[in-house]
């Protein structure tokens, strides 16, 4: 009896899998599909997700091992590996999403802003590709795609605000729509991240247990944890200015001095661990995100001030590498906790750069029938380029 009970009891499991399996084909069939590239900077991303935002299959190669042995990314190195890599990813994305080219509605790729070499290899690939199987092309602005990939986890109606913060941008915007952006503030030399990495690199944190296998931001971030911030005061950007914009060039500056005084007083060699190091990282990312809570709190109290964010529950959106840094998001709640704003930050695995987002964003272009060019059209890749005011 309990045989037949455990056989019937699998035979309605298969009967169930298959049901389910068919299922999940019909979704497929009956849903819109986009195949989402990226490779604006060093990792090479690729996702087919469907219109409700499941994304059936992903790939990502990461160069960032190849670049913390040169201590920063070097284009025609980043270059070299895309080109190495994309075919392959694209591939594995697409075998793992269990569909063809032909059941395809689009592809979307970033073409702006980023590092030139970078984005020409995943646009050329795009372009051959499109041409290949005649599918309509929808480019992408790389920032704009982390702006609303919240929307692909969450329904975030617009308008809301968005901070993205990263290796190579920082900026602030009131999104309005798929493609409706006023800039409020955006970096006027280098990105947090940009900064970060380099205080990493000037005290060779690479050489530190806890470090040898990290990016230069998640160093930082790490030992400032047993760092006491007020060892150092470092003095906090741009602070006679009204504006929204940020800056961080000067403050490595400070913190590239404070170094070498304590080098000095020490009498060791640049390139040789300090004793300081965890105050050093701990004063650095307490005044970058000190800087960026400023700024952030500036920009909300002018889309108060001009009635831009609804009055029931607005949301401050943040993205961005730097964005997946605890510290900062904890000073980032304070200021929406104090200010009344819903913070929401997606998960770390989609503030990076990746494929999904870049999906995401053809799918929300794809259903509002906006920026769909067809594989005829010629593109071009524009490696410096501000959100759409």
């Known amino acids: 009896m309990f045989a037949y009970k455990a056989s019937a009891q699998q035979g309605t499991r ?6 389910l399996s068919k299922c999940a084909f019909r979704r497929k069939m009956s849903s819109r599909l986009v195949l989402g590239i990226e490779t604006s900077c060093d990792e090479t991303g690729a996702a087919v997700m469907d219109e409700t ?5 992903e790939s990502l190669h990461s160069q960032k091992e190849v670049h913390m042995k040169t201590g920063g990314i070097i284009p ?23 569909v063809t080219q032909s059941q395809l509605s689009a592809v979307a790729t970033t073409v702006k802003p980023g590092l030139a070499l970078s984005l020409g290899i995943g646009l050329h690939f795009s372009l051959n590709f499109v041409k ?6 929808i480019p992408i602005h790389h920032m704009e795609a982390h702006a609303l990939t919240v929307r692909m986890l969450q329904p975030v109606v617009f308008p809301f605000l968005v901070l993205l913060v990263s290796g190579g941008h920082s900026l602030l915007a009131l999104a309005r729509g798929i493609d409706d952006f006023l800039l409020l503030g955006q970096t006027l030399d280098e990105a947090p991240g940009d900064t970060m990495d380099k205080v990493a690199r000037r005290l060779s944190l690479i050489k530190h247990p806890k470090c040898s296998m990290i990016s230069g931001g998640q160093a930082i971030e790490i030992l400032a944890r047993d760092g006491d911030r007020l060892k150092f005061l470092f003095k906090p950007p741009m602070g006679a200015h009204y504006d929204c914009n940020f800056s961080f060039a000067g403050l490595r500056n400070q913190v590239t001095m404070s170094i070498q005084k304590k080098e000095e007083e020490e009498g060791v060699e640049q390139g040789t661990l300090l004793s300081c190091v965890n ?3 701990a004063a650095t990312q307490h005044t970058v995100a000190s ?8 920009a909300i109290l002018f889309c108060k001030a001009k009635d831009l964010l609804p009055s029931c529950n607005p949301t401050l959106v943040v993205s961005g590498g730097v964005a997946s840094n605890q510290y900062i998001r904890k000073i980032l709640k304070i200021v929406t906790d104090t200010t009344g704003l819903h913070l929401l930050c997606p998960p770390s695995k989609f503030c990076t750069d990746n494929g999904v987002m870049i999906a995401w964003n053809g799918v929300e272009r794809l259903r509002e029938g906006k920026g769909i060019l ?13 959100v759409s005011t």
């Open 53 to 57: 935002g499941l994304i059936l299959g």
């Open 374 to 386: 067809s594989h005829t059209e010629e593109v071009n890749y524009e490696p410096k380029i501000q």
């Open 291 to 298: 800087h960026i809570a400023k700024r952030t709190h500036r």
């Open 76 to 98: 025609t190195v980043a270059q070299r590996l895309h080109r190495e890599n994309i075919g392959r990813v694209v591939q594995e994305a697409m075998e793992r999403s269990g």
């Open 132 to 137: 290949l199987h005649q599918k309509p092309f």
């Open 279 to 281: 105050d050093i990282a």
């Open 14 to 19: 298969m009967f169930r899998a298959k049901i």
